[in-house]
């Protein structure tokens, strides 16, 4: 049988219980975190330091709010390791996630995040979350760096470089971005997907196969967008049997592709 999570409680509570988190309360919000990540708290700043300290483990943050918070997440650096291939929970783990830093049923406004030397299939992933992201900066991503699900955000600035996979991916929800730069990634600097709508201000893309990809009854609108060293730019289309194609409103944009400027279906627009 064919299953779907739609998204409107994600409870992980039967996974904690037979499993072994260690578990910490940050003001409102509880944190579960497995062996070989270490973390430490800034009262002062605000602020929340995470190391990673064996290859793929992961720390949850978990239905609650995250105000005016700074969060740094240091990977597991492979440069300097024999192991090339994660180890630990990859690309899912028991509990069915797929981040480093995941944030998860949380309520968020001022939010910042720091993370480089990913080593999970996410590198940061929001599930069923609200509020305003202020800044995400990822640098270094074995797969995917920022994943999106079920949720309504705001981000005003996010600033990706060398992920693997997807620099960002949305999927079922609502989502704003007022600015965004990517480079150097292995496949979609943006990919909006499953029934998603996101309102893009401006895009500065250096270096990927598609600028902006939206599939599967998502719709993006984008003000302003700049592409070098783009296999295409523009990218619409119908990917999974159960959704329709996509489609892309664009205003201004530059477009220095290598091999399509836009690229469309029959069940899918790009307009300008």
């Known amino acids: 049988n064919f299953i ?15 499993n ?3 578990k910490i309360n940050f003001k409102n919000i509880n944190i579960f975190y497995e062996d070989g990540v270490s973390l430490s ?48 929970g990859f690309p899912i783990n028991e509990t069915g996630l797929t981040g480093c830093l995941s944030l998860i049923n949380a309520s968020v406004k001022n939010l910042s995040i720091n993370v480089s030397d990913s080593t999970c299939e996410d590198a940061v992933n929001f599930i069923n979350s609200s509020g305003d992201v202020n800044n995400v900066f990822i640098n270094e991503s074995i797969s995917d760096a920022l994943d999106v ?3 309504n955000l705001k981000f005003k600035n996010i600033e990706i470089k060398s ?17 965004f730069y990517s480079e150097n990634c292995g496949d979609k600097a943006l990919s909006v997907g499953e029934k998603s709508d ?22 993006v609108y984008i003000k302003n967008s ?14 999974k049997q159960e959704f329709e194609g996509g489609i892309i409103n664009f205003k201004n944009m530059n477009c220095k592709f290598n ?5 469309f279906d029959k069940f899918s627009l790009i307009r300008k």
């Open 259 to 263: 091999n399509k400027k836009t690229n």
């Open 4 to 18: 779907q999570y739609l998204g409107s409680n994600f409870n992980l509570n039967q996974n904690f219980k037979y």
């Open 226 to 239: 700049n592409f070098y060293s783009v296999g295409t730019c523009l990218s619409a289309y119908k990917k």
């Open 163 to 179: 992920a693997k996979n997807d620099c960002v991916d949305v999927s079922y929800g609502n989502y704003k971005i007022e600015k």
């Open 20 to 22: 072994k988190y260690n």
């Open 149 to 151: 699900d079920f949720s």
């Open 198 to 219: 996101l309102h893009l201000n401006e895009i500065f893309s250096n270096n990927s196969k598609v600028g902006i990809a939206s599939k599967d009854s998502s719709t």
């Open 41 to 88: 708290f800034d009262d002062e700043k605000n602020s929340i330091n995470i190391r990673q300290e064996l290859i793929g483990a992961k720390i949850f943050f978990i239905n609650g709010e995250l105000i005016d918070t700074t969060i740094n997440f240091e990977g597991f650096s492979l440069n300097n390791s024999d192991q090339k291939i994660p180890s630990k």
